[in-house]
Nanobody, 127 residues
Framework: QVQLVESGGGMVQAGGSLRVSCVAS????????MGWFRQAPGKEREFVAR????????WYADSVKGRFTISRDNAKNTVYLQMNSLKVEDTAVYYC????????????????????WGQGTQVTVSS
């Protein structure tokens, strides 16, 4: 079965950096656009970043643009999210997800556009 397993979360002070990773199995990783979402307590899950199948193209939420970098290694079935200049408001559970092959552009930044999800990894940024 398909599994997405995140790792690398933790606690960091504001201004610091973290890298979270997601290893995929049970699917043809290189054929899937991959995304990162996050969910803070009491808030809806929100789009953070996505990366095309080859890694050539990336897209970001305005709130993280210039601070976060998404990348992937298809040989390792892994997608990464490098987070720099972290802010307290970045505190959330971070989830990786595989985009549905049929997802249209207007759904690519919504949770409904993704069919497989990891269990999430907690990122806490303290002031």
């Amino acid at each position: 079965q398909v599994q997405l397993v995140e790792s690398g979360g933790g606690m960091v002070q504001a201004g610091g950096s973290l890298r979270v990773s997601c290893v995929a199995s049970g699917l043809t990783f290189s054929s899937r656009t991959m995304g990162w979402f996050r969910q803070a307590p009491g808030k809806e899950r929100e789009f953070v970043a996505r990366i095309s199948r080859s890694g050539t193209n990336t897209w970001y939420a305005d709130s993280v643009k210039g601070r976060f970098t998404i990348s992937r290694d298809n040989a390792k079935n892994t997608v990464y999210l490098q987070m720099n200049s972290l802010k307290v408001e970045d505190t959330a559970v971070y989830y990786c997800a595989a985009q549905r092959p049929s997802t249209i552009l207007s759904s690519a930044r919504t949770p409904g556009g993704y069919d497989y999800w990891g269990q999430g990894t907690q990122v806490t940024v303290s002031s």
